[in-house]
């Protein structure tokens, strides 16, 4: 077990395209670290420079203290995980697990009796002599991860691991992978663009973009306090809502309606008051939006909306809204899936709320989980 | 629907796929059935095609070849043309196919090998033969090079003499067919995913390990396949051989095929011919069922 430091980390293509740009990032000793991302941002490059599959162009990288920059794959005493898991299709579960032993030359004997102990571990000892072919994508998933474990590796690399699964079975295994990890203690680095996987599996989460690292932290902090409206947009399902108002006193003015803001608001941050007059853009997760009919929605203010589409999902309702407010894009290329093209506002609804689809409601939002971003530069504030 | 109607509409589905199938069947029966079955015919006569009434033979013919130590020369030599050419092809093929994979070579010069590799395929038996011809001649370029190097003391008469003749042919032949070799296993090395070597160099595989381990077995299906389809089709050639030697000196090239063409054009002994053409039929079927049954199995 070892601790991973990225230090300055760049990586640039012939091209001058910068796919990594300054990346510093601590991994401690046994901690599960999610990079997560949307499509090219660079997580799974940062991934492959890490196992050394991609050079460094410049920048250090320390794995228990050895800087490893120039160490061929195989010295950096590191396990990986692929999306597509790799496994070798002519051999079986068992030739499959044991490949590493095998090329370093470990006596037979050695190497049953270490593909037994994982095989145990990870409930494949009937499927031993069976080929890849022959088994399900779960299965699979957990042959490659009997392969990485074999090696008893300082870390552990996995990308995009639960991709190729069906949903269902992915929340099956990001639960055992998540246990496994605690259990074997290894320091694990694991990219996926899913933010679910990253909210749920990781004790820190590193947000990417653009080959930049927006935000590093637990997903409780990066879910209540992101820096900036990217992280806040891509964190959270459905995103988190952004618009662009006024600050008028202490209230947010936009198209027909005003929100009062409470004096807490301002205490919490003192900077908000240097926006009087000027545009802000304020965030909203969809479920601090509530149907102003029911108990729950009752004692927030309101501001009238128009239901577009529900999606009646058996415990919540996702109601599609339309406000008299510009929706600010927060650079997540996903976001336009939760929005769809119709609508500007997403909310969470309890399932007995009434609200019907093309019908006019008052919304109820509760002001104390309003987020604020600066309109230029969209840092928190 | 009237019962008549509908009965009539059954039999019209159940006889629509043997009407598409029938032209092709019918080319089929008339231009490759019935000259193997009156091969096979011809094989039991005594003076087939030249008597209007021939006699019943039996295994005359059969026993008359298996007697003749030309036939089994001839066999030796095909068998020893057909495996060198084809165990050459294919590593000849492999080589080249790794190569033109590697992005170890510049992107430039690998489409020139590319163009030059591929060049033996396009041409055609004669040209190849008279190609060799003139480079293997007394007094040709091959020759004169090896002199040069000091490999031989000697002008080698290397379609004349019969302790190099079989070599130089199975040498031109192996020459003109690896690129079918390095062709198919170029395709099948750029459909090897390449996390495969990736997840090998995080497990400390160093190449020839990745060639073993990976490589070979991945290839394994096209290379199988390609060497039985080339063992059945080096087992027939003709052309190259004929042109080169005519089968000679003292049938030291002789292989099936010369040999029963001169059964059947030289000593116009066509019924002997056609046993010797039901043998080398057999030899053909056999390898061909083999192939069938491999493709079968995956």
Redesign the interface.
């Known amino acids: 077990m070892a601790e991973v430091v990225l230090e300055n980390i760049c990586k640039t293509y012939g091209n001058n395209f910068h796919a990594i740009d300054q990346l510093n990032l601590s991994v401690e000793d046994g901690e599960f670290l999610i990079l997560v991302g949307p499509s090219g941002c660079g997580k799974s490059t940062a991934l492959r420079m890490i196992?050394?599959?991609e050079d460094i162009t410049s920048g250090s990288l320390r794995i228990g203290g050895v800087d490893v920059v120039d160490m061929?794959?195989?010295d950096r005493d590191?396990?990986?995980v692929?999306?597509?898991y790799?496994l070798?299709?002519?051999?079986t579960v068992s030739e499959n697990i044991a490949?590493?032993m095998r090329?370093?030359g470990k006596p037979k004997a050695e190497r049953k009796k270490r593909v037994d102990e994982i095989a145990k571990t990870l409930q494949l000892t009937s499927l031993l002599d069976s080929k890849p072919a022959n088994l399900s994508g779960g299965q699979r998933q957990r042959v490659a991860m009997g392969?990485a474990m074999v090696?008893e590796p300082a870390a552990f690399l996995m990308d995009e691991p639960l991709s190729n699964l069906d949903a269902k079975l992915r929340v099956q295994m990001r639960a055992e992978i998540t246990s496994l990890q605690k259990q074997l203690g290894v320091t694990t680095i694991y990219v996926t663009h899913d933010q679910i996987e990253a909210m749920t599996m990781g004790d820190r989460v590193a947000v990417l973009k653009g080959g930049v690292l927006q935000q590093v932290d637990t997903p409780k902090r990066l879910y209540e306090s992101p820096v900036n409206a990217f992280v806040a947009g891509f964190i959270g399902s459905p995103s988190m809502n952004l618009f662009e108002a006024t600050m008028t006193g202490a209230e947010l003015m936009s198209g027909a309606f005003a929100i009062r803001l409470q004096d807490a608001a301002f205490v919490r941050r003192p900077g908000l008051k240097s926006y009087a007059g000027r545009k802000v853009v304020f965030g909203i997760r969809p479920e601090d939006l509530y149907d102003s009919s029911l108990e729950s929605g009752r004692k927030y203010q309101t501001i009238p909306a128009k239901v577009t589409s529900i999606e009646e999902l058996g415990s919540e309702h996702i109601v599609h809204l339309n406000i008299d407010a510009v929706r600010v894009d927060s650079g997540d290329p996903d976001a336009v899936q939760d929005f769809g093209l119709t609508s500007n506002a997403v909310a969470r609804f309890e399932p007995d709320s009434a609200v019907r689809s093309g019908s006019a409601i008052r919304l109820a939002l509760d002001d104390t989980k309003l987020h604020f971003f600066d309109p230029e530069t969209h840092l928190a504030i | 629907m009237t019962r008549q109607k509908r009965s009539h509409h059954k039999l019209k589905r159940a006889v629509a796929p043997y009407l598409y199938l029938s032209p092709s069947l019918l080319i089929i029966g008339l231009l490759m059935l019935l000259p193997m079955v009156t091969v096979i015919a011809y094989s039991f006569q005594n003076s087939a095609v030249l008597r209007r009434d021939p006699s019943f033979a039996g295994l005359k013919h059969y026993q008359a070849i298996f007697d003749d130590p030309v036939f089994w020369a001839s066999l030796w030599h095909t068998l020893y043309f057909t495996c060198m050419s084809v165990i050459f092809h294919m590593t000849i093929g492999m080589v080249f196919a790794l190569m033109l994979n590697s992005d170890r070579i510049n992107p430039t010069l690998r489409s020139v090998l590319r163009v030059l590799y591929i060049l033996p395929w396009l041409f055609t038996a004669v040209i190849i033969a008279v190609i060799w011809r003139l480079l293997l001649e007394p007094n040709g370029v091959v020759n004169s090079m090896l002199m040069q190097i000091g490999i031989i003391g000697s002008k080698v008469e290397w379609f004349s003499s019969p302790q190099t003749a079989l070599h130089a042919v199975t040498f031109a032949n192996i020459w003109a067919g690896y690129p079918l070799f390095m062709v198919s296993l170029l395709a099948g090395l750029q459909g090897i995913p390449k996390d495969f070597y990736e997840a090998a160099d995080i497990d400390g595989a160093k190449a020839y390990q990745k060639l073993i381990f990976i490589t070979i077995p991945q290839l394994m299906p096209i290379i199988i396949s390609i060497s039985l389809l080339d063992f059945i089709w080096t087992m027939q050639v003709f052309p190259l051989i004929w042109i080169t030697t005519g089968g000679g000196p003292i049938y030291s090239t002789e292989v099936l095929s010369t040999y029963t063409y001169k059964l059947a054009f030289s000593s116009y002994n066509l019924s002997q011919a056609s046993a010797s053409a039901v043998v080398i039929l057999l030899i053909s079927l056999g390898l061909t069922l083999f192939y069938i049954r491999y493709q079968k199995a995956r």
């Open positions: 196992a050394g599959l061929p794959p195989k590191i396990a990986m692929f999306q597509s790799a070798y299709p002519h051999m490949f590493s090329l370093a392969r090696r």
